[in-house]
T-cell receptor
Framework: GDSVTQMEGPVTLSEEAFLTINCTYT??????LFWYVQYPGEGLQLLLK?????DKGSNKGFEATYRKETTSFHLEKGSVQVSDSAVYFC???????????FGTGTRLTVIP | DGGITQSPKYLFRKEGQNVTLSCEQN?????MYWYRQDPGQGLRLIYY???????QKGDIAEGYSVSREKKESFPLTVTSAQKNPTAFYLC????????????FGQGTRLTVV
């Protein structure tokens, strides 16, 4: 079935370090891919998305490239800040479908 | 401002009682969703609705019920049949068609005491 596998956390980084959170997917069709971020005690906010192969989504210094050949959508940021501390969720939705499939989330803590 | 509002933010319930969580959106979105979030398990779909007066079960619908009498509203009732109701509940909505993303509310944390 369709699913998303995320790198297990928690991840702890020092400020200004490079971040990678791995995400791979299994899908029967051609999904759209999303990264959502959840700050403590809050709902999810869309961080970025990509809707077709080789698309790169970017926002707030975060980037992810839709790699069909490796079925991956890894999240990267060149220099993290303390304010980036949150839980990050990778998700997919098949074209024409209504449901989002979420990964289990990766908690990131950035220390000064 | 347009958005999706869940209330209350925190809810306590005694065992054996039903409780209803509110979700309202003014984004004119067709589809609405309820997810349950537990530590280490990501989000799991409870119910979703694409149109007024119609809804479908998600992966973990047992012990829950919903209604969609208005486009703006999609309340979730956690019944006494739900064995482990303590969780964080998230409501979302989405405009159908195209590659649109879902917008989420702030969540309701339900604790059974």
């Amino acid at each position: 079935g369709d699913s998303v596998t995320q790198m297990e956390g928690p991840v702890t980084l020092s400020e200004e370090a490079f971040l990678t959170i791995n995400c791979t997917y299994t899908a029967t069709g051609y999904p759209s891919l999303f990264w959502y971020v959840q700050y403590p005690g809050e709902g999810l906010q869309l961080l970025l998305k990509a809707t077709k192969a080789d698309d790169k989504g970017s926002n707030k210094g975060f980037e992810a490239t839709y790699r069909k050949e490796t079925t991956s959508f890894h999240l990267e940021k060149g220099s993290v800040q303390v304010s980036d501390s949150a839980v990050y969720f990778c998700a997919l939705r098949l074209t024409g479908a209504n449901n989002l499939f979420f990964g289990t989330g990766t908690r990131l803590t950035v220390i000064p | 401002d347009g958005g999706i509002t869940q209330s209350p933010k925190y809810l306590f319930r005694k065992e054996g009682q039903n409780v209803t969580l509110s979700c309202e959106q003014n984004l004119n979105h067709d589809a609405m969703y309820w997810y349950r979030q537990d530590p280490g398990q990501g989000l799991r779909l409870i119910y979703y609705s694409q149109i007024v007066n119609d809804f479908q079960k998600g992966d973990i619908a047992e012990g829950y019920s919903v209604s969609r009498e208005k486009k703006e509203s999609f309340p979730l009732t956690v019944t006494s049949a739900q064995k482990n109701p303590t969780a964080f509940y998230l409501c979302a909505s989405r405009k159908l068609g195209g590659n649109t993303e879902a917008f989420f509310g702030q969540g309701t944390r339900l604790t059974v005491v």
